[in-house]
């Protein structure tokens, strides 16, 4: 019997390091993801004026860094781009022949999402912290926005994130804003 305890010791060794080399496995390979993209991140933080940080926590909150993410509305790739919005940064930007699909190209998607953010910065650049109001526009959409900042809540946020009755949009706000903090 003795022989036995030994050998069942040493398998639980072996399986415990397994997984621990399974986790770091997985550690570094979503650390990686979330690299690849960071030159072109920094190009367009610097092109629209958009915090880096905040680019990035977009990109984990809509798709985990996967380029070719859909959405169940229709949005597309690393930044869940809808066509309205897509179609907004190709004629601004004078892009000829734009079709929906060229979002998923990972350039494309990141500088037409982050001129979104910077137009959507600019739209609450009057209220105490524009944030839960660029994420909320972003999440749920200006109507939403519009409902939501009634009397004190157009300027200031505190009201504003108490209107919010979508906890979905609510915890879209948390969740990107706590990864911004992560990233800086």
């Given at each position: 019997m003795r022989r036995r305890r030994?050998?069942?010791?040493?398998?639980r060794w072996l399986l415990l390091l397994a997984v621990l080399d399974a986790v770091a496995f997985y550690w570094w390979w979503s650390n990686q993801a979330e690299r690849r993209y960071n030159g072109i991140i920094r190009d367009a933080a610097t092109a629209f004026g958009v915090e880096y940080a905040l680019i990035k926590a977009v990109i984990w909150q809509e798709s985990r860094f996967d380029e070719k993410a859909v959405g169940k509305a229709g949005e597309i790739g690393l930044m869940?781009?809808?066509?309205?919005?897509?179609f907004e940064w190709a004629d601004d930007h004078g892009v000829r022949g734009f079709e929906h699909?060229?979002?998923?190209?990972?350039?494309?998607?990141?500088?037409?999402?982050?001129?979104?953010?910077?137009?959507?910065l600019s739209r609450y650049r009057r209220t105490d912290?524009?944030?839960?109001?660029?994420?909320?526009?972003?999440n749920a959409g200006r109507a939403r926005v519009v409902r939501w900042s009634s009397e004190a809540a157009q300027t200031n946020s505190t009201a504003f994130l108490q209107n919010i009755d979508?906890?979905?949009t609510r915890r879209y706000i948390d969740q990107v804003t706590q990864r911004r903090n992560h990233y800086r």
């Open positions: 030994p050998k069942r010791c040493w398998l869940q781009l809808m066509e309205l919005a897509a699909i060229h979002v998923y190209d990972p350039r494309t998607n990141i500088l037409a999402g982050t001129y979104y953010l910077k137009t959507r912290d524009p944030l839960p109001y660029v994420l909320a526009d972003y979508f906890p979905l």
